[in-house]
Structures are given as C-alpha cells and as structure tokens.
C-alpha cells in the first residue's frame, strides 16, 4: 500500500485546512486508514482511524472536536478537515494504513505498516 498525503501549509490561527491522503495499491477490501500528527518535541499522537469495510471512524481526542474526517472510497482517499486552529496544532501530519481494521489495531496497539511522508501545518499566532 502507497500512503500520500497533502494539503499542508500555512494557515493562521482560527483559520481552518483540509488535509488529503490517498492510499492505493491495497489487494483487499479490508483495513483501516489513520492520521496521526507529530508536534516538535513530542511523541506522535493519534487523531482518527476509518475502517474501509464499513466507512465507520473512530477519533482520538487530539482535535478536540475541532477536527472531522471523512471518506471517499472511490478515490481511496480519506481527508481530515480542521477548523479553529491554534498555534499548538503546529505539527507534521501523517496518514497511515494497515490491513487490520480499527478495532483490531486499537485493541492490540498495533503500529500501522504503511506510512505516508507527512504534510506540514504551521499556525500562526
């Protein structure tokens, strides 16, 4: 599976970005993508898995509530929309893919096999 992601940049606080990932070259219908962020200085942190079988997604608490992804299976793509955002947002974007679903990967605390380059988010003050 090949993960890219797009869509970062630059954007000013309170202002909102929409984040792309594609994931293609997948040999099943199953499996899950997740966005993960890494701040500077800090551990990766979780935002979102969405299972491909059924479209369901699961958010982690990192966007507090300001963050929503959806999907487009079609394209397999899978985007995170985020809005209000603050300066400690800052941080590189990664989307992940893996052929267990959610519930398997949260359950046993997998780490995802396929990784995407990341994506960049500055918010400015």
């Known amino acids: 599976v090949q993960v890219v992601e797009s869509g970062g940049g630059l954007v000013q606080a309170g202002g909102s970005l929409k984040l792309s990932c594609v994931a293609s070259?997948?040999?099943?219908?199953?499996?899950?993508i997740g966005w993960f962020r890494q701040a500077p200085g800090k551990e990766r942190e979780g935002i979102s898995c969405v299972s491909r079988k059924d479209g369901r997604t699961d958010y982690v608490d990192s966007g507090q509530g300001r963050f929503t992804v959806s999907a487009d299976n079609a394209k397999n793509a899978v985007y995170l929309e985020m809005s209000s955002l603050k300066p400690e947002d800052t941080a590189v974007y990664y989307c992940?893919?893996?052929?267990?679903?959610?519930?398997?990967?949260?359950?046993?605390?997998?780490?995802?096999?396929?990784w995407g380059q990341g994506t960049q988010v500055t918010v400015s003050s």
């Open positions: 070259g997948w040999i099943s219908d199953g499996g899950a």
């Open positions: 992940a893919a893996d052929y267990f679903d959610c519930q398997t990967i949260a359950r046993m605390s997998l780490t995802y096999t396929y």
